[in-house]
């Protein structure tokens, strides 16, 4: 059954977890939670809305301790294919719609993990009904110029992803190319604040350029194996190969459409990604989740109803994997990353 256990030593940090008789805090490393808030009116502290997912409630009963909480503004362009009109036509508006996010955030009394003490200090104490989260930025235009990345450091911002679409840093899904000039002033800026570079959505000569000029700590947020599901959203073997020797992580999305060609997605479809990406990263203590769940889409389009079907992965997981290896991929390996990443 366990035809994946493997032993590993490449990690050098580990996280003491805090455990509770209902086992070990689980990471989600790709929530929109306040664009739905602000953009769809889903509040995060109200119950979940039908047809969605994701509430603290939600989060908190079924084991969600950290969550990689985003900083999502969508182009004009994108608008009508969303539905919303909120939606930015230049960078300063960009600005002005993250600033709103952030503040969303606070306003929720969400606690921000900000460097390695606060991430090691709340993990080690941690118990379910706890819930914590760390701020990523999911398209660089907010950032009006690099010299600005202080001031959303100063905010709580930890991770940046370059692109969604082309964004005037990178091209992006759906839209080819590379770092721009201004990226690659980006990049080096955010390498002096260690801050965290996300590969999801950034396309793939961008991904490339990436991996010449980039030095700091890498991830994938939201990504899963383009060789399951063709298109440029996903991410390559080759790809995953790389982040995992830079000791990075990829965290697998719970859409529908990064999960199989066509049909409804089950569990089945997010096990199955999880086994192509740690077989092509050498070892799933390079995998983790990110699942996207409400990000743009309900749980018509994922492969659960409800959050409780995370025990049922867990199950399923173990049909693959240790216990060791199935915690480090619902939350462990993520908590790892971030120790070795974060500052100090």
């Not at 921000?112 to 760390?134: S, T």
Request: glycine share 10%.
């Amino acid at each position: 059954m366990n035809d994946f256990i493997i032993t590993t030593y490449r990690f050098s940090t580990q996280v003491i977890l805090g455990r509770d008789e209902n086992g070990a805090l689980i990471v989600d490393a790709h929530l929109d939670i306040a664009w739905n808030a602000i953009s769809a009116g889903r509040g995060f502290l109200s119950p979940t809305a039908p047809r969605y997912l994701v509430s603290r409630s939600s989060l908190v009963a079924n084991g969600v301790g950290l969550v990689f909480a985003t900083l999502y503004t969508a182009p004009a362009r994108a608008g009508r294919a969303m539905r919303t009109r909120f939606v930015y036509q230049n960078a300063h508006e960009a600005h002005i719609m993250a600033t709103a996010e952030v503040n969303y955030y606070r306003s929720c009394d969400l606690q921000l993990i900000g460097d390695r003490a606060e991430l090691e200090a709340y993990a080690g104490g941690w118990r379910k009904g706890r819930l914590a989260a760390v701020l990523l930025m999911e398209g660089a235009d907010p950032i009006e110029d690099p010299s600005q990345l202080g001031s959303w450091t100063d905010r709580g911002v930890r991770i940046i992803g370059l692109a969604w679409g082309a964004t005037r840093y990178s091209g992006g899904t759906g839209a080819p190319g590379g770092v721009t000039e201004l990226g690659v002033q980006l990049l080096k800026a955010m390498r002096r604040k260690r801050v965290i570079l996300d590969l999801s959505h950034m396309a793939d000569q961008a991904v490339a350029d990436a991996f010449a000029v980039w030095r700091g700590p890498i991830m994938a947020s939201h990504s899963n194996a383009r060789a399951l599901v063709p298109g440029d959203r996903q991410i390559t073997d080759a790809t995953a190969k790389e982040i995992a020797r830079r000791d990075g992580v990829i965290g697998v999305s719970f859409y529908q459409k990064h999960l199989r060609s066509s049909g409804r997605a089950t569990l089945d479809h997010v096990v199955l990604h999880v086994l192509h990406l740690a077989r092509a990263a050498g070892g799933p203590e390079s995998i983790g989740l990110g699942t996207d769940l409400d990000g743009g889409f309900d749980s018509k389009q994922a492969p659960i109803s409800d959050l409780a079907g995370l025990k049922e992965l867990t199950t399923q997981l173990r049909q693959h994997f240790s216990r060791s290896q199935v915690e480090g991929v619902m939350g462990e390996n993520w908590l790892e990353f971030l120790s070795r990443s974060l500052p100090d």
